[in-house]
């Protein structure tokens, strides 16, 4: 099935100590999303790709980088984790243009990074 | 400014009974979208079903329905015989153009056996 991976489904990292988080899609999407979500919240935007059109959220802090080095695969860079950044991060995809409206975002299952 | 609005951070039903949970949406915009998704507790997010601004029929897929009411700006989930499973957060979003998301704040739902 095609579907959006995320790994790992945990992370534990030490404070201050460099954490990637990988995403994976086989649904040849052209859009991809980086969410963050702390317990009890709605899942907040950090960053998107349009193809590798890289779109920052104005208030996603610099210590959060991504890349997208193909159309598969997008990865979430903490420079400098903080006990703040503790939460789940979800990846999304959609198929999408400019304009749309109507594509519903597919989330893999997310990633529960924990800091120590 | 876009704004979605869930007013009932927790509800209860009892099994095989059917609940409604609220979503009201503030939107100048004339073209856009309705989305329901459910996040277990082991934290997926689900997409459930969408409803467009321009679809004059509510939306279906299986025992979800979504309760369009344009001019009142709301978009209620209807689910239809409730099982255990259906115990989850459950999040009301609106895309804006280029397909981000809103989130309302979500609802809790426990389904009692």
């Known amino acids: 099935d095609a579907m959006v991976i995320q790994n790992p489904r945990y992370q534990v990292t030490q404070f201050g100590k460099p954490v990637t988080l990988s995403c994976s899609q086989t649904?040849?999407?052209?859009?991809m999303y980086w969410y963050q979500q702390k317990s009890s919240q709605a899942p907040k935007l950090l960053f998107h790709?349009?193809?590798?059109?890289?779109?920052n959220e104005a208030d996603t802090p610099d210590n959060f980088q991504s890349r997208r080095p193909n159309t598969s695969f997008c990865f979430l860079d903490i420079r400098s984790p903080g006990l703040g950044d503790a939460a789940m991060y979800l990846c999304?995809?959609?198929?999408?243009?400019?304009?749309?409206?109507?594509?519903?975002?597919?989330f893999g299952d997310g990633t529960r990074l924990s800091i120590l | 400014a876009q704004k979605i609005t869930q007013t009932q951070p927790g509800m209860f039903v009892q099994e095989k009974e059917a609940v409604t949970l609220d979503c009201t949406y503030d939107?100048?915009?004339?073209?856009?979208?309705l989305f329901w998704y459910k996040q277990p507790s082991s934290g997926e997010m689900i997409f459930l079903i969408y409803?467009?601004?321009?679809?004059?029929q509510n939306a279906t897929e299986g025992r979800y329905s979504l309760n369009f009411q344009k001019a009142r700006k709301s978009a209620n989930l209807v689910i239809s015989a409730s099982q255990l499973g259906d115990s989850a957060m459950y999040f009301c979003a609106m895309t804006r153009k280029g397909g981000k998301l809103i989130f309302g704040q979500g609802t809790e739902l426990s389904v009692k056996p």
């Open positions: 939107t100048s915009d004339q073209s856009y979208g």
């Open positions: 999304a995809t959609s198929k999408s243009y400019p304009g749309g409206v109507n594509q519903p975002q597919h």
């Open positions: 790709y349009y193809d590798k059109d890289f779109n």
């Open positions: 409803q467009g601004s321009y679809d004059e």
């Open positions: 649904l040849n999407h052209n859009v």
